[in-house]
C-alpha cells in the first residue's frame, strides 16, 4: 500500500473540480449532482455544499447506485455484488446533471451508472466530473471535468478513502 | 443490524426461512431496498436478471403470489414462464420430478414452485440444477410471504426486535405463519399466536411463541397484529362451532381497534374473507398495511431471485443447502 494524497490534497482535488463545474455551469439556472455509489456519493455531496457557496442558485443533490447494470453481474462469483439503495427525490427530466465519481479506469462503471440514470428520466445534458483518471479506458467515455490524471502501473488498484465513509481521509495504490 | 460489506449470499435456493440466519435476512432486506425504486420510476424494469428464465411452477391456486414472481422477474427483465398443474401433463399422470426435468431441459435457471405437499419443494433440488424457490408447500412454509411480512413491520415499526407481534387465526394450517414465527424469532420479536385451540398446530408448546386464546387481553401490548384467514380448503372437520363464534371471539372489529396501541399495525396475507377475521372498515383503514405488504411483496421477491442467481455462480462447495 503506498499513499498517493493525504487529505489535504483531497480536499484541493475536490475544490479544484467544483471550480471546473462552476466555470462551465455557474450561469445555469438550476443543475443536479448525482454521486455515484460509493466513490462519488461524499464527493457529490461537498461538490454541492461549494457551488452553493459559490453562489449558484440552485444545485440538486442525488445518490445513484449501478449495481443492477453491471455487465459482469455473472461473472463475479465470490465477490457478490451489494445492492444499495438510489436516492433521486427530484425529476430529471429536462435537468443538466454532473455525475460524479472519484476514479474513472474502464468506464464501464460510469456507462452503468448512465444507464441507471437514464431510467430515471431524461437529463437535457450529461456531464461527468471525477476526481481521478488513471487511464485504461475499455469503453469510448471520457471525463468533462478532471482534476488528476493518474498513473497507475496495471495491476494495481488506485483507492479513494473519504472521511464520512471510510473515517479516514487518503488516496492509496496497492 | 447492518450486514458487513462483505457479505457473501450463498444459498441457490430458499425453501424455509428456520434456517435462515439474521445476516441472511438483513441482507435480503438490504438487497429489497435498493431494488424497491424500480418499481416507483416510470420505466420499471433493469437489466439484471436479463437472459435469465424463471418457471412458475404452481400446483395449487394462486393470485398474488405467482403475479408477484412473475412481475418480479420482469421488472428485472427475466423471461416468465408460467405453468399450472390443471393445464399441464400433470392430469395424465406425469410425476413432479419428471416435470420439472422437462421443463428444466428447455432451459431454465429458476423454478418458483407452490405445492399442496410438504417438502415438494426441497424434494425438487435434488432432481433438477436450477434454483428453487418456495412459494409455499402444504402447511410447512411460505418463506417469501413471511419476508415480506416482516420487511414490512420493519418499514413500519424500525427494529423488529422486541417486538410485540400476534399471528391470528388458523395457525394449524398456515404455512405463512410458520415462516413468519421462524423469522421473526431470529430477529428477536416477542411472538404470540392467538386462536382457538382447535386452530393452534398440535406442538405449538415447542414454538418459540406465546399461546394464547384470550384475544382481548393481549391487544393493548400489541405492536403489530397480523390476521390470518380460516383456511376451509385446508382443514377437515369442523374446527370452529361457527364462523359467527369465531369472528366474534377472534375478529378483529373496530371495537377491538380500540383496545389497541394507536399506532398498531395491522397485516393480512390475504385473500381476506372480510366480516370474518376482519371486518372491512380495519381492513380499508389507516393502521392497515395490507396494500403495503404487496407492494413490498415485489421487491422482495425481486430480491430473492437476483440472490438465488447470483448464488447460483459460486461453486458448490462454497454454497449453503446446495
Known amino acids: 500500500m503506498a499513499l498517493l494524497f493525504d487529505a489535504n490534497q483531497i480536499s484541493d482535488y475536490i475544490e479544484k473540480l467544483s471550480e471546473f463545474i462552476y466555470k462551465d455551469l455557474g ?34 443533490f442525488g445518490i445513484i447506485d449501478n449495481t443492477i447494470y453491471r455487465d459482469d453481474l455473472n461473472l463475479m462469483g465470490d465477490r457478490q455484488p451489494r445492492i444499495r439503495t438510489t436516492e433521486i427525490d427530484f425529476s430529471l427530466d429536462d435537468r443538466i ?5 472519484d476514479v474513472l479506469y474502464s468506464g464501464r462503471s460510469i456507462r452503468a451508472a448512465i444507464d441507471a440514470m437514464m431510467d430515471f428520466g431524461r437529463p437535457s445534458m450529461v456531464k461527468l466530473a471525477v476526481l481521478f483518471d488513471r487511464g485504461g479506458h475499455e469503453l469510448p467515455i471520457a471525463a468533462d471535468y478532471v482534476s488528476e490524471k493518474v498513473d497507475v502501473p496495471s495491476g494495481k488498484k488506485i483507492t479513494v478513502f473519504i472521511e464520512e465513509k471510510d473515517g479516514v481521509e487518503k488516496v492509496e495504490i496497492a | 443490524m447492518k450486514n458487513n460489506k462483505d457479505f457473501i449470499w450463498r444459498r441457490k435456493h430458499l425453501l424455509e426461512l428456520k434456517d ?12 429489497a431496498d435498493g431494488l424497491k425504486v424500480v418499481s416507483q420510476r416510470s420505466i420499471k424494469k433493469a437489466p439484471s436478471l436479463r437472459g435469465k428464465v424463471i418457471v412458475n411452477l404452481f400446483f395449487e391456486d394462486s393470485t398474488r403470489t405467482r403475479t408477484s414472481f412473475a412481475l418480479a422477474a420482469s421488472r428485472l427483465s427475466a423471461d416468465v414462464l408460467e405453468f399450472t398443474a390443471k393445464a399441464s401433463s400433470i392430469s395424465k399422470g406425469e410425476t413432479l420430478r419428471d416435470t420439472a426435468r422437462n421443463i428444466e431441459a428447455m432451459g431454465i435457471d429458476t423454478v418458483v414452485v407452490r405445492h399442496g405437499a410438504a417438502g415438494a419443494p426441497h424434494m425438487l433440488t435434488e432432481c433438477i440444477d436450477a434454483c428453487v424457490i418456495n412459494a409455499g408447500d402444504g402447511f410447512h412454509e411460505h418463506p417469501t410471504q413471511g419476508l415480506l411480512d416482516i420487511y414490512t413491520i420493519r418499514e413500519m415499526k424500525g427494529d423488529v426486535k422486541g417486538k410485540k407481534i400476534a399471528i391470528v387465526g388458523d395457525i394449524a394450517h398456515s404455512r405463512v405463519a410458520r415462516s413468519n414465527i421462524w423469522a421473526l424469532h431470529t430477529l428477536g420479536a416477542e411472538i404470540f399466536l392467538v386462536g382457538p385451540p382447535t386452530l393452534m398446530p398440535p406442538a405449538a408448546d415447542q414454538l418459540p411463541v406465546t399461546v394464547c386464546d384470550n384475544f382481548d387481553a393481549i391487544l393493548p401490548d400489541l405492536d403489530v397484529v397480523n390476521m390470518l384467514r380460516i383456511q376451509f380448503e385446508r382443514s377437515s372437520g369442523a374446527t370452529i362451532p361457527s364462523i359467527a363464534d369465531y369472528a366474534g371471539r377472534f375478529g378483529l372489529t373496530e371495537n377491538r381497534m380500540k383496545r389497541c396501541k394507536p399506532d398498531v399495525t395491522v397485516m393480512h396475507p390475504g385473500p381476506i374473507n372480510r366480516g370474518i377475521e376482519m371486518e372491512s372498515a380495519v381492513a380499508d383503514g389507516p393502521n392497515s398495511t395490507i396494500l403495503k405488504q404487496v407492494s413490498n411483496g415485489l421487491a422482495v421477491r425481486m430480491a430473492v431471485l437476483f440472490l438465488v442467481n447470483q448464488a447460483s455462480l459460486l461453486p458448490p462447495s462454497e454454497r449453503v443447502g446446495g
Open chain 1, 27 to 60: 450561469n445555469s439556472k438550476s443543475i443536479a449532482l448525482l454521486g455515484i455509489r460509493s466513490g462519488g456519493e461524499f464527493i457529490g455531496k461537498r461538490l454541492q455544499k461549494i457551488l452553493l457557496e459559490k453562489g449558484m442558485s440552485q444545485v440538486d
Open chain 2, 20 to 31: 435462515l440466519s439474521e445476516a441472511e435476512i438483513n441482507h435480503i432486506f438490504e438487497t
Open chain 1, 97 to 101: 446533471v454532473v455525475m460524479i465519481d
